[in-house]
């Protein structure tokens, strides 16, 4: 497949190496949660190695995430508090610093990740695992590698890891009724929402003629329905409004076509691009999506989580086929992102069927020539914003985020609001209608168990989740911020550790233990949590 923009691919190949590797303990997925537990378990003295999916590590982190989502500061510990504070060590600043470019970010992961002796493999591809009744014995990767570990911990956005060692999971949005969710399945938008009338249809007025590229034919549903749909995904940007500045590019494949419904919105007198475009550092901002037909490519993602399924129960050769073949879908759903957000800037900037007005307003920010240089200056990582959730003996539901008792064994607090984005773009009484917006406070920070970080009794016994973990998607809506992510990460390699030196299953870990071990490298476990 052609990349839309030069040097950005979703799987990169990798050298033939058929290394065998064994480590204490092995994590899969070099996000900032992985980076987090590798670090942590080897300060802790375990031998760790972290295999990173493609030539970086920090995930979103350091893959143009600019703006942290924090909520309540006083909630960040541990690891994630000391990534803050080298932020602003590098900028000058003598205290946590919640911006941060995406250089500057890698750097302080490849840096500690290099102080604490962890071994770093990149284009590191899940192709397989072999089990050894309820425990993982060892992960092959598509380079011919073979993984064996103690422990190991899956880091990645999607839980590929956690599926294929068969642990039970969810995707989508359950119904109101499965947890008593009051703002679960399908949700009105009041939040990037068409705000005038727009006609959807190929040719105004008629229905016949079929709809608009990005508007579904689906129906609205009912509210709390359930269903398998994931809220949409973009990349975060770093542009700048310097005098630098590069032209945003054409990708290859380039439509103009698909911005039809975006420009009768702009002829109905709405543009907000920028709505959403956060200074970082200098002259470096940080562009998110905003308003009702903007950088999420609503609708887009329906297929990402699942496309690497694959099951121990199958033999290896079928495992790495099924891989290949998901990896491939990815990157198709990985390129129509790249060229949707690339392409909706160019049509933006230079679209002669836009007022001049408009263009030149898109015109004011460029991508920044500071980052990115291996990828046209485009971020490597799409934002995955959610994929699989794991479904263990204990799932955080909207309950959790609205109770003011809390849970039992804490590893982390979650406080930034119920975050999720669109889940799909549909026709109501002849207009455009987004839906799955939902932006819900939390009464209090939200303690998260390490329950919830553990398969469910019966299933595998030595891997622990990082990202992927066991909550509702409303729930998760939450949980899913990288600072969240980086501390679910230490707790994870944490108790990888602990599970690594005494022999037991990650289940077995001693809490207590392992909550004096967390709260001795400044872990917040408590406050605001009653």
Known sequence: MTSPLPGLRYHLPAAVTSRVTSADVVVYGATSGGVTAAVRAARDGRSVTLLAFDDHVG???????GETDVGRASTVGGLAQAFYRAVGAAYG???VHWRVESHVAESIFVHWLADAGVTVLHRQHLSGVAMSGSSLAEIRTDDGGRHQAKVFVDASYEGDLMAAAGVSHAIGREASAVYGEPLAGVQPSSSHQFTVPVDPYVVPGRPASGLLPGVSADAYGTIGDGDERVQAYNFRLHVTDAAGRLPYPEPDGYDPGRYELLRRYVEAGVFELYGRTTRVHGDVFDMNNHGAFSSDHIGANYAWPSAVSLSAASSLDEQAAAAATGYALREEIFADHVRYQAGLLHYLCFSRSLPSAVRSAAQAYGLAPGEFGETSLWPHQLYIREARRMVSDY???QHDAASLSGVDDPVALASYVMDSHNA???VVDGRPVNEGNVQQPLAAPMGVPYRALVPRTGECSNLLVASAISASHVAFASVRMEPVFMMLGEAAGCA????????????DVDYETLRKELLAGGAILSGGVR
Do not use: E, Y
């Not at 995930?59 to 995430?65: D, E, F, H, V």
């Not at 990888?496 to 289940?507: F, I, K, P, Q």
């Open 59 to 65: 995930g979103l982190s350091s893959g143009g995430l």
């Open 93 to 95: 600043v003598p205290d």
């Open 395 to 397: 799932v955080i539901t």
């Open 424 to 426: 799909k773009r549909v």
């Open 496 to 507: 990888a550790g602990l599970a690594a030196a005494t022999g037991s299953g990650v289940r």
